[in-house]
């Protein structure tokens, strides 16, 4: 009995994603990202960092640029 009960995987019947063989990690820190835990790094970095890493690195620099810019 190797073939699975359901014809379809019960996550994408519902439409949510599989979970990635190899996962994102933050450029930072490495930690592993999910899809609720990545932000934009930039314009820090060109990756995704973790929550962690985006309020300590990459908000107070858009904060800095954004102050500069006015």
Request: with cysteine; net charge neutral; charged share 30%.
């Amino acid at each position: 009995m190797n073939e699975p009960f359901y014809p379809i995987d019960v996550a994408e019947q519902f439409g949510f994603e599989k979970k990635k063989s190899n996962p994102e990690h933050c450029c930072f820190c490495n930690k592993e990202l999910n899809h609720l835990t990545a932000n934009d790094a930039r314009p820090v970095s060109d990756g995704k960092c973790c929550t962690c890493c985006n309020i300590k690195i990459v908000v107070p620099v858009r904060i800095r640029e954004l102050k500069e810019a006015t």
